[in-house]
């Protein structure tokens, strides 16, 4: 049977459809997802996937002792389910705010945060596993303030310094008045005896230090003076001692309950996971042997499940979000863009790859959870947030590039240099 052979103008009819669909999916696409480059695009997938991924482990880690503590397999991953349902939108939201909405707040951020921390010194205050670092709202809600300062603090940083200009290549101008407002910050938190959290914060502050184009020799007096600090620090807990003691000396049967229990567990874990993985939701380790399986040692579990191949693929996936927000920084014009970005980044990767490094053993436990993949509320929201300040700003960032106009901060630094 002779079948219709289009006509052009049937074909030219088709042709323009395809083309007004395409176009009206691209300006949905535009207005619904964050994304303004590659690299912008790059970085929002990977953190969708390991948000994703997150919550398959989180239930598949958490279930076990979901039943044991609740009688309920869903408590935990219902839980970080919510903190991702309101996390993702607020990442939405927060990727479509122009650029001066966080200077303005960059101050306001900084003292409400500081203020939140203060907090966990009253009667609201909580403390969890030898750590005052929480503020619970009666028997369901619970904050960390500490993941919020870590925002806070790379807006702020970010804010001071891009309107330095040329003279954060002095040592003054550079530290003042970084050095008072981060030690106050970060004090707080050690005085909650969370050591991991301080770590990472300290690292944050050095990481956007570096980024803004502080000299080196002005980078390391400063951290000279941290290091000689934490020793006493960390000398005055018993806990964090055994903990490096057992780092150095080596985790052995014989110390299976002198402080061994969860590096060793961790271990075993990971070893019996091989290449590809006793199968998702089949672990040994999650039935009460191994602490903190739906968080700080998540990795382990994602080892043992998945295998070498998900420990992996995991890596890379951190290893793609480094290189996103590289990407991002050298794109970037604004001086505010490129140090609030590095920061965040510091405090991400930085974290993800202590967190691992812990689970392999090459560090001592310091007790931080694995960024995007973790069970946590308050990580979760504080992460998902600051990956929608970064999207906004290269937003922002190469909005006024396509304008050809200066950004806000370079005029300003270039103002400032001029009065001076």
């Given at each position: 049977m002779k079948q219709d052979t289009p006509t052009p103008l049937q074909?030219?009819?088709?042709?323009?459809?395809?083309?007004?669909?395409?176009q009206s999916a691209k300006s949905v696409a535009a207005k619904v997802l964050p994304v303004s480059s590659g690299a912008t695009a790059l970085l929002f997938g990977v953190v969708m996937f390991l948000v994703t991924f997150g919550m398959v482990m989180v239930f598949a880690a958490s279930s076990v002792d979901s039943v044991r503590s609740e009688q309920n397999i869903l408590s935990v991953v219902f839980r970080q389910g919510l903190f991702t349902f309101f996390g993702i939108p607020l990442m939405l939201i927060a990727a479509r705010v122009k650029e001066g909405f966080y200077r303005r707040v960059a101050?306001?951020?900084?003292?409400?945060?500081?203020?939140?921390?203060?907090?966990?010194?009253?009667?609201?205050?909580?403390?969890?596993?030898?750590?005052?670092?929480?503020?619970?709202?009666g028997d369901f809600v619970s904050i960390q303030p500490s993941e919020f300062v870590k925002l806070a603090l790379a807006v702020w940083i970010g804010f001071v310094l891009s309107r330095k200009g040329g003279r954060v290549r002095e040592f003054i101008p550079a530290w003042i008045p970084v050095a008072?407002?981060?030690?106050?910050?970060?004090?707080?938190?050690?005085?909650?005896?969370?050591?991991?959290?301080?770590v990472i914060m300290v690292a944050l502050v050095f990481g956007a230090m570096f980024i803004a184009g502080v000299k080196i020799r002005h980078l390391l007096a400063p951290l000279?003076?941290?290091?000689?600090?934490?020793?006493p620090i960390v000398l005055s807990s018993p806990s964090r001692v055994r903990r490096i003691q057992h780092f150095f000396d080596g985790c052995t049967e014989a110390e299976y309950y002198a402080g061994c229990w969860q590096q060793l567990h961790g271990t075993w874990a990971m070893s019996g996971g091989g290449v590809l993985g006793v199968g998702l939701g089949n672990s040994r380790a999650k039935w009460n042997w191994l602490p903190e399986a739906d968080s700080d040692y998540i990795f382990a579990i994602i080892a043992e499940e998945l295998g070498m191949i998900g420990a992996i693929t995991v890596l890379l996936l951190y290893a793609v979000m480094t290189y996103a927000f590289i990407r991002i920084i050298r794109e970037a014009q604004s001086p505010f863009t490129k140090i609030v970005t590095g920061a965040v980044m510091v405090w991400i990767v930085g974290q993800a790859f202590v967190n691992i490094a812990v689970v392999l053993g090459l560090l001592p436990v310091l007790g931080v959870p694995l960024p995007l993949v973790s069970a946590g509320g308050s990580q979760t929201l504080a992460t998902l947030l600051a990956i929608g300040v970064v999207l906004a700003l290269a937003r922002s960032d190469r909005q006024s590039s396509q304008d050809g106009e200066a950004p806000e901060d370079v005029r300003l630094a270039v103002r400032a240099e001029g009065r001076a």
């Amino acid at each position: 049977m002779k079948q219709d052979t289009p006509t052009p103008l049937q074909e030219a009819d088709d042709s323009g459809f395809a083309v007004r669909v395409t176009q009206s999916a691209k300006s949905v696409a535009a207005k619904v997802l964050p994304v303004s480059s590659g690299a912008t695009a790059l970085l929002f997938g990977v953190v969708m996937f390991l948000v994703t991924f997150g919550m398959v482990m989180v239930f598949a880690a958490s279930s076990v002792d979901s039943v044991r503590s609740e009688q309920n397999i869903l408590s935990v991953v219902f839980r970080q389910g919510l903190f991702t349902f309101f996390g993702i939108p607020l990442m939405l939201i927060a990727a479509r705010v122009k650029e001066g909405f966080y200077r303005r707040v960059a101050v306001w951020g900084v003292l409400l945060g500081i203020a939140l921390q203060c907090l966990v010194f009253t009667p609201l205050g909580d403390e969890y596993g030898g750590n005052r670092n929480w503020i619970r709202f009666g028997d369901f809600v619970s904050i960390q303030p500490s993941e919020f300062v870590k925002l806070a603090l790379a807006v702020w940083i970010g804010f001071v310094l891009s309107r330095k200009g040329g003279r954060v290549r002095e040592f003054i101008p550079a530290w003042i008045p970084v050095a008072p407002v981060a030690i106050l910050a970060i004090g707080l938190v050690m005085l909650g005896r969370d050591f991991g959290t301080v770590v990472i914060m300290v690292a944050l502050v050095f990481g956007a230090m570096f980024i803004a184009g502080v000299k080196i020799r002005h980078l390391l007096a400063p951290l000279i003076v941290v290091s000689v600090v934490a020793v006493p620090i960390v000398l005055s807990s018993p806990s964090r001692v055994r903990r490096i003691q057992h780092f150095f000396d080596g985790c052995t049967e014989a110390e299976y309950y002198a402080g061994c229990w969860q590096q060793l567990h961790g271990t075993w874990a990971m070893s019996g996971g091989g290449v590809l993985g006793v199968g998702l939701g089949n672990s040994r380790a999650k039935w009460n042997w191994l602490p903190e399986a739906d968080s700080d040692y998540i990795f382990a579990i994602i080892a043992e499940e998945l295998g070498m191949i998900g420990a992996i693929t995991v890596l890379l996936l951190y290893a793609v979000m480094t290189y996103a927000f590289i990407r991002i920084i050298r794109e970037a014009q604004s001086p505010f863009t490129k140090i609030v970005t590095g920061a965040v980044m510091v405090w991400i990767v930085g974290q993800a790859f202590v967190n691992i490094a812990v689970v392999l053993g090459l560090l001592p436990v310091l007790g931080v959870p694995l960024p995007l993949v973790s069970a946590g509320g308050s990580q979760t929201l504080a992460t998902l947030l600051a990956i929608g300040v970064v999207l906004a700003l290269a937003r922002s960032d190469r909005q006024s590039s396509q304008d050809g106009e200066a950004p806000e901060d370079v005029r300003l630094a270039v103002r400032a240099e001029g009065r001076a």
